[in-house]
């Protein structure tokens, strides 16, 4: 499957950003989707995933009450939407994909597939 993620750019303190994963070349369905930022200086780590049906959900505790993950597998998406941003909310953020949940929640850093990264950038 590839990934196109998109939406990143330049906010200040306390704004918000929609990132959006679109996939193509295989069952979207298929795969539990997991976005990751990677801070300058720092190892990619994961922010949120979601199940392949969209019922389980899990974020990383910096990112719990503020983002929303989502997705659509009739419109082959998913999506982060990104709340009360912060400078340390400052990174590439990735969308990846992998047949397992348990992968992703872990943060495995061998996903079965990536996109390229979509920068955020919060200003303080």
């Known amino acids: 499957v590839q990934l196109q993620a998109s939406g990143g750019g330049t906010v200040q303190t306390g704004g918000s950003l929609r990132l959006d994963c679109v996939a193509s070349g295989d069952i979207f369905s298929n795969y539990s989707i997991g976005w990751f930022r990677q801070a300058p200086g720092k190892e990619r780590s994961v922010v949120a995933a979601?199940?392949?049906?969209?019922?389980?959900?899990y974020y990383a505790d910096s990112a719990k009450g503020r983002f929303t993950i989502s997705r659509d597998n009739a419109k082959n998406t998913a999506h982060l939407q990104m709340d009360d941003l912060q400078p340390e909310d400052t990174g590439v953020y990735y969308c990846a994909a992998d047949y397992r949940l348990t992968r992703v929640v872990a943060g495995c850093l061998d996903m079965d597939y990536w996109g390229k990264g979509t920068q955020v950038t919060v200003s303080s």
């Open positions: 979601i199940s392949r049906s969209g019922g389980r959900t």
